[in-house]
């Protein structure tokens, strides 16, 4: 069983920072990869950042680049998201997915809200 727990999520203004962090249950070395989506309303979820555990790979959305960061903690068993510059457009719930053994899990998601 995987169990995702994000959080960090909140209310900023536009240019403003937060950090997400999304806890897994057992080591994440366990998994292929994590990712971070989201979705705003009325629009399809949408991939925003991956890293690949056993090499330390990563990538992300054209529209994020630059600006969020994905690392992890292996001690800790968590990823995180590190955003920085934010825009109103950034606007939306944040969800945290692993790929283990051919399966995908999901958190809950986090929601995050910008302000202009």
Do not use: H
């Not at 900023?12 to 806890?23: F, N």
């Not at 057992?26 to 998994?31: E, L, P």
């Not at 959305?61 to 920085?84: E, H, P, W």
């Amino acid at each position: 069983q995987v169990q995702l727990v994000e959080s960090g999520g909140g209310l900023v203004q536009a240019g403003g920072s937060l950090r997400l962090s999304c806890a897994a249950s057992g080591t994440i070395f366990r998994f292929n990869a994590m990712g971070w989506y989201r979705q705003a309303p009325g629009k399809q979820r949408e991939l925003v950042a991956t890293l690949f555990t056993l090499g330390g790979n990563t990538n992300y959305a054209d529209s994020v680049k630059g600006r969020f960061t994905i690392s992890r903690d292996n001690a800790k068993n968590t990823v995180y998201l590190q955003m920085n510059s934010l825009k109103p457009e950034d606007t939306a719930i944040y969800y945290c997915n692993a790929d283990f053994v051919g399966r995908v899990y999901w958190g809950q998601g986090t929601q995050v809200t910008v302000s202009s």
